[in-house]
Structure formats: C-alpha cells, structure tokens
C-alpha cells in the first residue's frame, strides 16, 4: 500500500487543522495567530485573475499539426521544411464579446487561436471562424468593442448602441452579413471553420515573398444552429460547445481541420481592386485557390483549465522564420495590444508559464518581474554584447527587409476602392446563400433591430437600411418589410 501524502501550507509544512480555526476555547474569538486560516482566505480571495476583456469565454484543447503537403517554395519555416514534419500545438476557442459567464450559443464570432510549438519557438496564429472583421483600423477597436459589452447607465446589453454604431461604420457591413447569417451560431466548436483572417506573408530560402491568408477547414463538415436552438441552448445548457469539445475528444472522436493557403504575389497586391491588407474584405476563392498544407488535429484535453486554457495567451506578432506579418491596419495594431493585454493579466513574464512556453531553451537577457520562475538567468550576464557567455545572434535569422509604400506619414483614412463596404456583401448574399440561408439571415435582422428604442430608433434604422440597399436592394426590402418600416432610399 502507498503511503499517502501529508497536507502542507504553501511553504511546506505539514498540518492538521484545516477545517477548524484556531479559538480561544471552543466558543471564544478566532485568534490572529492562526496563519493556516490567514493563507487559506488570502489565496481563495486571489484565485480569480483579470478576465480577458474579449474571448472571456473559452475552451482550449492539445494536439498536433502534420505537414502533408509542399509549400516550400513560399516559406522557409522549418516546420514546413519537410512533408511529414510535426509539431504539437494549443488551441483555444472563444466566443467574444461575452463575459465568462456568457452563454456558448449567442450569436457572437468565435476566436479561433492556435499556437504551433515549433522547433524556432512558437508560431501564434490568432484568428476567428469569419475571413473578415468589423473594422479595419484598430483605433477604432475600443469604441467598436465597448457596443458590444454593457451600456454604462444601464449595464445591460445595448441593440442600440450596436446597430448605431454599425449604422455608422459601413465597413462593418460584411462581417455583420455573416454574424446574422447561420453561420453566427456555430454549433459548437468542432464543426466551425477558423481563419488567420489578415493578411500575413511568407519568406521562401531566396527570401522571396509572397502575400498569404491561412484558413483551417473543419472535416467534421460545418454545422450551425438556428436561432430558436442557440436561444434554447443559452438556457439548457450555456456551456454547450465547451461540453461538445471535451466529450468529444474523452470518447476519442478526435476533430481535425485541414490548413489551407491562399497565396497572393506582390504584383497581384498592387493590381488588386481592393486594399489586400484591408481585413474588412476576402481574397476571391476562384482568383487565389486555396492550397493544401497539412492537418491539425486536437487529442488531449488539459487536465487543468486554470494553467492551461486561463492562462494560455496568444500574439499575432509571435511568427517564425519565414512567416511574417503585412501592413494591414488592424494587424498592426494587435502586434502592440495582444502582448500589452497579457502582461497585465497574467504578467511580464507570461511565456514562462508552461502553456506558453516554447519547446527549446529561451536565451536572453530579460531578467526580473513578478513571477520569474525559471531561475531569472542565475550568475549570467544580463547585457548583451558580453565576454562572458556563449549567447550569438545569429545572422541566419536576419528578417527579410519590408518596403514602403511611401515615405510620408500622414493619418490616411482610405486607400483607393477602400469606401467599397458594399460589392462583398452583396456578394455573400445573392451569390453564396442559398434561399434558406438567405430566409434565415433576414429574419435574424428583423429580430435584433425590433429591439431598437428610443428617439434615435428611425435613424438608426434608416442608415442601417440604406447600407443594406447599396449592398442589395432586395435585402434592404426585406428587412424593411420584416421590421413594418417606412424605407425609401434615394435612388
């Protein structure tokens, strides 16, 4: 028989008394001296670390990627060296704008974030199961994200703070076509698609690059909800698609998802009809193909959803070599803010905790901050160039220089065909939907601008119609008709 293992406080020493307090007799005052209670309440009372402010609500599971196919003529990453090359990898899926307590089923995007755990340190790939987005500039994150959290009077969810402020940003319109479209209720996690959604680029062994979106294609194949069901599920089950991953993958019903290339050259960028950075738009399917890269598959549940889904934390700026980033507007912007949010939730020293930790030894001279754990460079130097250790920056990893499009900052708003919000959305809605689908989308319009008050009401509804009508004029009708409004457009 084993011998079982004393109960200790946190600095080791064994103990008994952790259920009663120590008293001053047995109906007398707890007595200050009692420490075990002191650090039993201190620790409770600091269990809890700052939410994240976006993708509060997740779930997160291991794997692994398998490179099937060539794209060595694109990149010269190592993991991709190689048909057959394979690396473990983190993945953590979320809804948005919910707090942690929200529902699985609203109709919300869903973060699709994974992390590859290659042999060059980690790779991030932070996206959501739409190929777009709701801005294009993330100035204007902030404000976007504050219409879909509370109203500050109220603290309740607002329609009208968020049909006022897509009223006035047209360049929401094509990621709003989606959210109200079936695809706004995934039905759980595994039957989703999930999409880089910028626009990186690759760096071949010439250093030559070309533009790239990445796409994971579930082979489960998609699966949605209706409306009726994601409300059903908010009050039956609000932890549906976290439930849906975990039994799955404890039962062995491993899902999988082919990662998927598109690939544009610099000459097709500057030709494009569109800004090929703008993340407000897609790449058309039948002008850049998507090719074929490999398979990731998720088969193993963390044991601890603490240390590993809480405290995973992903970047966009974390990319490998022969993987780099473009200027796209809102790209940019998450390079600053994604590290910037995770060392203030978790610390300056989040890549130590294992989940984030990559796979070979970190060389550097950062030292000291809160939660140092892995011996804070012991007698090493802490400057670089020294005498003194054997630490070389290695030329090999030089970055492949970008060039501009122009040496003249200025606080541009728009490049040329920019003010298009409507072709793609049109598009989505005449040419990808079927009559169903179609059906579907209106009649989830109608039922979240019927929920549209005040004195502001007409307005906002009537600029939210006109953007409809430019995007297509029967969609614009029907929803009018759906809400029993008044619209005339100008012609």
Known sequence: MSKKKKLTTASGRPYFENEDSMTAGPRGPVLLQDYYLHEKLAHFNRERIPERIVHAKGTGAFGTFRVTNDITDYTKAKLFG??????????????????KGSADTERDPRGFAVKFYTEDGNWDLVGNNTPVFFIKDAKKFPDFIHTQKRDPKTNLKSPNMLWDYWSLNPESLHQVMI???????????????????????????????????????????????????????KGKDPDYAQRDLVTAIEKGDFPRWALKIQ?????????FRWNP?????????????LNDVGIMELNEIPSNYHADVEQSA???????????????????????????????RLGANYEQIPVNRPIHPVNN????????????????????????DDIEADKNYREHPMKLDSDVADFYDRNENDDDHYTQPGDLFRKVMNDTEKEHTISNFVASMSEISGPERDNIIRRQLSHFHKADEELAILIAKGLNFDFRPDK
Not at 277 to 289: A, L, M
Not at 373 to 380: C, F, M, P, S, T
Request: aromatic residues 14%; contains cysteine.
């Open 314 to 344: 992903f970047a966009p700026a974390h990319v490998v070599d022969g993987i780099g980033l473009s200027p796209d507007k809102m790209l940019q912007g998450r390079i600053l803010s994604y590290p910037d949010a995770h060392r203030y």
């Open 179 to 233: 959210l109200f479209s079936d695809r706004g209720t995934p039905d759980g996690y595994r039957f989703m698609n999930g999409y880089g959604s910028h626009t990186f680029s690759m760096y071949n062994s010439n250093n030559e690059r070309v533009w790239v979106k990445f796409h994971f294609k579930t082979m489960q194949g998609n699966r949605t909800l209706t409306a009726a069901r994601a409300e059903e599920l």
């Open 82 to 99: 190689k048909v057959g090359n394979s690396c473990r990898v983190f993945v953590r899926f979320s809804t948005v704008g919910g707090e």
């Open 365 to 388: 001279y950062q030292r000291d901050g809160m939660m140092r754990i892995d011996g804070n460079g012991g007698d090493k130097s802490n400057y670089f160039p020294n005498s003194f």
């Open 277 to 289: 950075f703008d993340i407000t738009k897609v790449w058309p399917h039948g002008e850049y193909p």
């Open 263 to 271: 690939v544009m050259t610099d000459e097709q960028a500057k030709a």
